[in-house]
């Protein structure tokens, strides 16, 4: 892949990741609770096309990303920048698997809504069945948090990382006076306090808001590093 290629990939796959993890999180609902199954199931159910959308852009996006990403290896010297590149590859795999638990609960929070609407009838077999897939909803829901509080930390991590690989290169962003190496530094640490501390003291919320801004600022590196690049 040449230049123009790797700045392409680079930028707009993580422009296409975050379109469809804003669809995913409106049709969610922003204020919705990790473990608010009934809300989470309702929401998915009577979005369930734009949930497939959502969760389409994000795994295509993500994936055309970290290919240019790891097409710039080389930029930096040292074993920083392979560490950093290797430990967001790995918290992208597992964000891309977690697309598919999120298919999951949209096909269950379909027949969750059909369910419901048949206990509110009085049908017995359909309040069993009801139960049943919010329990089912429920394992998965903890699985999804879990592995993306994982894969948090290993973005956190790998950013950091770059970032003090990238603070003794000479690379450049199209937004020439934010230095890469320290905003990706800074993009480290608060993915790794979010996923680490503000899980643990505050909530799994609190820290998915925070992330949040950790994602937008690798927007801005990803797009400020892959224009550059697709310039030459």
């Given at each position: 892949?040449?230049s ?22 409106i ?7 990790s ?26 996006g ?37 697309v ?20 509110a ?66 993009i ?40 550059e690049?697709?310039?030459?």
């Open positions: 892949m040449n123009k290629g790797t700045g392409l990939t680079l930028a707009l796959g993580i422009v296409i990741g975050f379109i469809g993890y804003i669809l995913w999180q049709t969610i609902g922003p204020n919705t609770k473990d608010d199954i009934t809300t989470i199931l309702t929401n998915s159910g009577d979005g369930s096309a734009m949930i497939k959308v959502a969760s389409i852009l994000i795994a295509v993500l994936v055309v990303h970290v290919a240019g990403l790891i097409n710039t290896r080389g930029t930096a010297a040292g074993n920083m920048e392979s560490i950093g590149i290797i430990s967001i590859t790995a918290a992208i795999a597992i964000w891309v698997t977690n598919g638990v999120s298919l999951s609960i949209a096909e269950m929070g379909e027949k969750f809504v059909a369910a419901m609407a048949g206990a009838a009085g049908n017995a077999e359909a309040a069993a069945s009801a139960g049943n897939i919010g329990t089912a909803a429920g394992f998965s829901q903890a699985y999804n948090v879990a592995t993306s509080t994982m894969g948090g930390l290993l973005a956190g991590i790998g950013w950091l990382c770059l970032g003090i690989a990238y603070r003794g290169s000479d690379a450049k962003g199209v937004i020439s006076f934010i230095p890469l190496g320290f905003l990706a530094i800074i480290g640490l608060i993915l790794i306090i979010a996923n680490v501390i503000i899980t643990s003291l505050v909530s799994v919320e609190a820290a998915g808001q925070i992330s949040g801004i950790g994602f937008i600022l690798i927007v801005i590196w990803s797009v400020s590093r892959g224009l690049l697709s310039k030459n």
